[in-house]
């Protein structure tokens, strides 16, 4: 069963494109070719030459998901790994990280929604930037957003598995309330 691929049109839909890309070479079994080195032997050996088709089927697949507008600027690399590496060099920057911070940075809790998954949202926003930011600076910036948690950025040893302590204990605590609340009715 072949993966469906969104092509890629622009900087905007990379991460998902290079990952759903990676799912089908690697289903299809040629993505080795993206960081192996041809074998030696020449073009006559049978290794070779199964790398050789290997190479042909991965960059067929790789331009094939290239939108019409990118497809002129990428079809002239001979391999698979050489389009592959002028993808990622147009796409795959630090800006990407940049732009990660600034959603980490600008993250905000909304109280209707379940606390545990947002401190993971939150946590997986920080584990994206380069260079990493510290275990106790994002528990700093993840307690100084939210009402409940901001008491303990005062603390010396705050670190993220403290926050998910705590997070988890005012979940019990919420679904023991909301579970009282029901049986008053």
């Known amino acids: 069963m072949a ?28 993505a080795h070719v993206l960081s192996e080195d041809p074998p030696a032997g020449g ?9 050789a088709h290997d190479d042909a089927l991965c960059r067929g697949h790789i331009l094939a998901t290239l939108s019409n507008r990118l497809f002129p600027d990428y ?5 698979a790994r050489s389009l592959w590496d002028a993808v990622a060099r147009t796409y795959d920057v630090d800006m990407a990280s940049h732009a990660t911070y600034r959603r980490f940075s600008d993250f905000q809790f909304d ?9 993971a949202h ?4 920080a584990a994206d930037i380069k260079p990493p930011l510290t275990d106790d600076f994002v528990a700093h910036e993840i307690c100084g957003k939210h009402h409940t948690l901001l008491p303990m950025t005062i603390r010396d040893d ?14 019990r605590t919420r679904i023991s309330h909301d579970d009282d609340e029901r049986e008053q009715f």
Request: proline content about 1%; cysteine-free; overall charge positive.
């Open 158 to 171: 705050l670190s993220m598995t403290l926050v998910w302590e705590v997070a988890r204990r005012l979940e």
């Open 111 to 119: 109280e209707g929604a379940s606390l545990l998954e947002q401190i």
């Open 3 to 30: 993966t469906a691929v969104k092509s890629l049109d622009g900087a905007e839909g990379y991460l998902r494109w290079k990952e759903s890309v990676l799912l089908r070479l690697r289903t299809v079994r040629v």
């Open 75 to 79: 079809v002239r690399h001979a391999t």
């Open 43 to 51: 073009e006559i050996a049978p290794a070779a030459k199964q790398w």
């Open 122 to 125: 939150a946590e997986a926003l």
